[in-house]
């Protein structure tokens, strides 16, 4: 009879190779651990509505309908047709007054977003047609974004009253230049188009990391870690059935805020389907390897989850060009947002929903998810280990 030869090195006679029978025999045993755990449906499904939606109906960049005084200086006929104007303006929600003194306090206190001044001679110099009439705007400097919007509005408005005067008396109106806008890819120029598909990214930050921070911690926490090292578990499958139930989870997120940004908050969806999933799950390997990271190294749910939050929410929201323009940060902290997958994932995204199957800037996108999501699995498996010292 044969002996057995012995075993290499290192090497267990227990520990055969890879087992796909294992890995199947793990994910269904994840998979009823997440039945029976309602926290990962609740992440899956219920924070990713309510997320989206805070986003969506919380946050907007529109600036319609702001409230702005408009001081009557002057009641002449010209002046009345001004206001009137004002007052059918589709951006602005007037506040009347004769004199600045009665309002001024109101921008103050930010219940005024500025004060177009109407002054006593504006009728006079209108009629006589010497000289320019002029108006006065008073803006909040300290809201620069809104103090810009107020001072187009008013040049808006009083251009659209030039026009409207010059047709009304049947003369020629001309202006030096004139500017015909286009929009292309968001026509209605609505922030929601722009800020949900990015918003998305965010939320399947969140999402991912989060699914997968608590798994390898818990098994540690609840003791149930050391029966499975004692079984002939390979870490690769280890890793597989902590991921694969979790990306089919968080897929179903993704489904969910794609329907709930097309059917309900009407955001349009031009890309293709296919490239949407092939992205979201170079982005998801990202997501979810730095959730298993943190819940392998810190073994307790509470440190991973708080570590999850913070690794992935803080960046995806700052550092990914969703809110601030990375053009305009500072040269180091550029250079940290190219090792944000967010970045990527957003660019992706807001394509997709807007413009299209756009390759040029879809592909290269999808090449650096593609190395992220390699270094962060890689990662998590180096630093995995079969032992109960860690």
Do not use: H
């Amino acid at each position: 009879m044969t002996p057995t030869p012995p075993a290499p090195a290192g090497a267990s006679p227990s520990s055969p190779g890879f087992s796909f029978r294992r890995l199947a025999a793990l994910c269904v045993k994840e998979t009823r651990q997440i039945v029976r755990d309602p926290s990962s449906l609740l992440i899956a499904i219920v924070l990713p509505v309510v997320l989206l939606f805070i986003f969506g109906f919380g946050i907007s960049l529109d600036t319609n309908r702001l409230a702005v005084g408009v001081v009557m200086e002057d009641r002449g006929v010209e002046a009345v047709r001004l206001a009137a104007a004002a007052a059918g303006s589709p951006y602005i929600e007037p506040v009347f007054a004769d004199t600045l003194a009665e309002i001024s306090e109101k921008l103050t206190r930010g219940e005024l977003r500025g004060i177009i001044v109407i002054p006593q001679d504006f009728t006079a110099k209108v009629q006589a047609g010497g000289g320019e009439a002029s108006l006065q705007v008073l803006t909040d400097g300290s809201e620069p974004n809104t103090a810009n919007f107020v001072a187009s509005y008013a040049r808006g408005l009083y251009e659209s009253w030039l026009a409207a005067r010059a047709d009304a008396y049947g003369v020629p109106f001309s202006e030096a230049i004139s500017i015909e806008p286009r929009y292309w890819f968001n026509p209605a120029t609505i922030s929601r188009n722009y800020l949900i598909p990015g918003s998305i990214s965010v939320v399947m930050t969140i999402i991912g990391a989060l699914l997968t921070s608590l798994v390898v911690a818990r098994e540690w926490e609840r003791g149930t870690m050391e029966a499975l090292l004692a079984t002939p578990m390979r870490r690769a499958e280890l890793l597989l059935s902590k991921s694969l139930p979790y990306y089919v989870l968080a897929m179903l997120a993704m489904a969910i805020c794609v329907l709930i940004a097309v059917f309900i908050m009407n955001v349009p969806f031009r890309g293709s389907i296919a490239i949407l999933l092939l992205s979201t799950s170079l982005f998801l390997g990202s997501a979810l390897g730095l959730g298993l990271l943190l819940s392998t190294t810190t073994r307790n749910q509470f440190n991973a989850a708080q570590g999850a939050l913070n690794a992935a929410f803080l960046p995806s929201a700052l550092l990914s060009g969703l809110i601030f323009e990375i053009a305009s940060m500072p040269a180091a902290v550029q250079a940290v947002t190219y090792l944000v997958p967010a970045r990527y994932f957003v660019k992706i995204m807001q394509t997709l929903f807007q413009a299209g199957d756009v390759w040029a800037i879809l592909l290269p996108n999808m090449l650096f998810l593609l190395v992220s999501s390699i270094f962060w699995l890689g990662l998590t498996t180096w630093r995995t280990r079969r032992r109960l010292d860690g």
